[in-house]
T-cell receptor
């Protein structure tokens, strides 16, 4: 599975959009981009995933570049409760077989009032 | 639905003791896995299972055993606990199948080995 690179930490003002970048330059054609977050010491929580098209759900938007070598997770209106570690993961998903999710160190997002 | 349930939530062991961390899910998920998380680190995959009777090793399997006799349960056994196994352990499950994406996690089991 391809490796990802994320900044170790970011700050965001409450109410503003939080844009979390992720580089995955070695991603292959059958690999998806997944985003999870971990609030304090809780179990990680799924946010969103995508292959090559941009995706949006009630939590966030995922923008994947055309060459698929990087992506950005967007929290449109960050709140204090969005303070967490955000993990970008690349893993295969084809033919009914999804690869294991290998977590890196992620980005610690601090939302400030 | 209870989701993924882990027991115990907290445990203190002495070096050399054995114990089993329990994980149960009620979502009929085929895939289950165990991760450990050390302070300031991401999660590392210990073992995983794609269905009853099938298990495989992850990134850091040494010192741990697993079995999968039912779809619902995936216990993690520490055979002879060592201080290096002090960690928070997370169990997770998901459906197999294309484009499922979401891995459901338990609340974690915090283990201290003295």
């Amino acid at each position: 599975d391809a490796k990802t690179t994320q900044p170790p930490s970011m700050d965001c003002a409450e109410g503003r959009a939080a844009n979390l970048p992720c580089n995955h330059s070695t991603i292959s054609g059958n690999e998806y981009v997944y985003w999870y977050r971990q609030i304090h010491s809780q179990g990680p929580q799924y946010i969103i995933h995508g292959l090559k098209n941009n995706e949006t759900n009630e939590m966030a938007s995922l923008i994947i570049t055309e060459d698929r070598k990087s992506s950005t997770l967007i929290l449109p209106h960050a709140t204090l409760r969005d303070t967490a570690v955000y993990y970008c993961i690349v893993s295969r998903n084809y033919g009914g077989s999804q690869g294991n999710l290998i977590f890196g160190k992620g980005t610690k997002l601090s939302v400030k009032p | 639905n209870a989701g993924v349930t882990q027991t115990p939530k907290f445990q203190v062991l002495k070096t050399g003791q054995s114990m089993t961390l329990q994980c149960a899910q009620d979502m009929n998920h085929e895939y289950m896995s165990w991760y450990r998380q050390d302070p300031g680190m991401g999660l590392r995959l210990i073992h995983y299972s794609v269905g009853a009777g099938i298990t495989d090793q992850g990134e850091v399997p040494n010192g741990y055993n697993v079995s999968r006799s039912t779809t619902e349960d995936f216990p993690l056994r520490l055979l002879s606990a060592a201080p290096s196994q002090t960690s928070v352990y997370f169990c997770a499950s998901r459906n197999r199948g294309k484009n499922t994406g979401e891995l459901f996690f338990g609340e974690g089991s915090r283990l201290t080995v003295l």
